[in-house]
């Protein structure tokens, strides 16, 4: 008999082509072969963050992610990417069933390169308009992900974009929410308002397979809910999309960064989209710090706000198993 957990999730599991509809969020330096593979292996969709890799990176990222599982498993590709297009055709020789295009609206042709292989495109959407426009553009999913995630953020809470977009957008194509999920009580509450699963980053990042530095782990264990703050943007011309991690002097350090990107920018040393990549490899550099090298003050520990749920190194299947059985209590006691 299949119990209400597995029905609500049909959709998701379907879809992603897993036992749950549970999607590890691509953390830079985080989301590679290991934790990738034992989340897919677990029952899970592990997604590789591609970030700033080259093809030649993400090709044998990808063939050793392929040999360490069997089971489906994605790439998370970033738009603004120089050589988005070469990402996509090592993904297509690759046979990657799902590609998530991350980091602003997906470039023209795109969304075609992909689907042209027969691959799945997610895209993230931060607002109801933009939902509807991806739909139109022929994405097969949608990610709404809120402001209490780690990484890039955009402007609104969670729940308040569940509202707003899962009534509309559900019965169209599957909605996976994420921000903030550390708990299965939550996932359950998505489910029932449509979502077709969930993603989640924060919980995933300190998992036993995960390769981050001892350190960058213990960070995550001593950490609460408002230790996860998000940057400030100092120069109202550059664009910069917010970014949460956990307040040390790296935070600091990116607020300098900015003010010297404007500098350049009111010198005309640099252009718009020059200034922007050089704050993404900024943020590149400073996540690897933290995650391989264990530099936890001068590094970026990027985490969500449900880094309080985070209390020790667990097993991925563990923490999957222990998600979908709190996911199932809170089903039954709705029911009551």
């Avoid at 990808?62 to 090592?90: C, E, R, W, Y």
Wanted: glycine share 10%.
């Amino acid at each position: 008999m299949t119990d209400r957990l597995t029905s609500l999730m049909a959709r998701g599991t379907r879809f992603l082509g897993t036992e749950t509809a549970i999607i590890c969020g691509a953390m830079s330096w985080v989301s590679e072969r290991h934790l990738v593979s034992a989340v897919s292996n677990a029952g899970g969709f592990g997604l590789i963050a591609c970030g700033a890799m080259t093809p030649e990176l993400l090709d044998t990222e990808i063939a050793a992610t392929k040999a360490l599982t069997s089971k489906p498993f994605g790439v998370n590709l970033i738009t603004m990417h120089p050589q988005l297009f070469d990402l996509i055709d090592v993904c297509n020789r690759h046979d990657v069933s799902h590609v998530v295009l991350a980091g602003g609206l997906p470039p023209r042709g795109s969304i075609e390169a992909i689907k042209a292989n027969g691959a799945k495109v997610i895209c993230f959407a931060p607002a109801l308009a933009l939902a509807k426009k991806l739909h139109r553009s022929g994405v097969d999913a949608l990610v709404i992900e809120g402001m209490e995630a780690g990484g890039h953020i955009g402007p609104v809470a969670t729940s308040v974009l569940a509202q707003e977009i899962l009534p509309v957008m559900a019965n169209e194509l599957p909605v996976f929410v994420a921000g903030g999920i550390g708990h299965g009580e939550a996932i359950a509450a998505y489910l029932e308002m449509g979502a077709a699963g969930v993603q989640l980053g924060t919980r995933f990042a300190c998992a036993v397979e995960s390769i981050a530095h001892p350190s960058f782990k213990k960070a995550f264990f001593r950490a609460s809910a408002r230790d996860a703050v998000a940057s400030v943007q100092v120069d109202p011309r550059l664009p910069v999309i917010p970014v949460r991690a956990l307040k040390n002097a790296g935070t600091e350090a990116f607020t300098a960064k900015q003010r010297e990107v404007a500098q350049l920018l009111d010198d005309g040393k640099v252009d718009m989209g020059e200034a922007q990549l050089q704050i993404e490899h900024y943020w590149a550099g400073a996540l690897r710090r933290a995650v391989i090298d264990g530099d936890v003050e001068g590094g970026s520990l990027m985490a969500g706000q449900s880094v309080g749920m985070v209390t020790g190194e667990e097993p991925v299947a563990e923490i999957i198993a222990q998600l979908m059985d709190e996911a199932r209590v809170a089903l039954a006691r709705r029911a009551a």
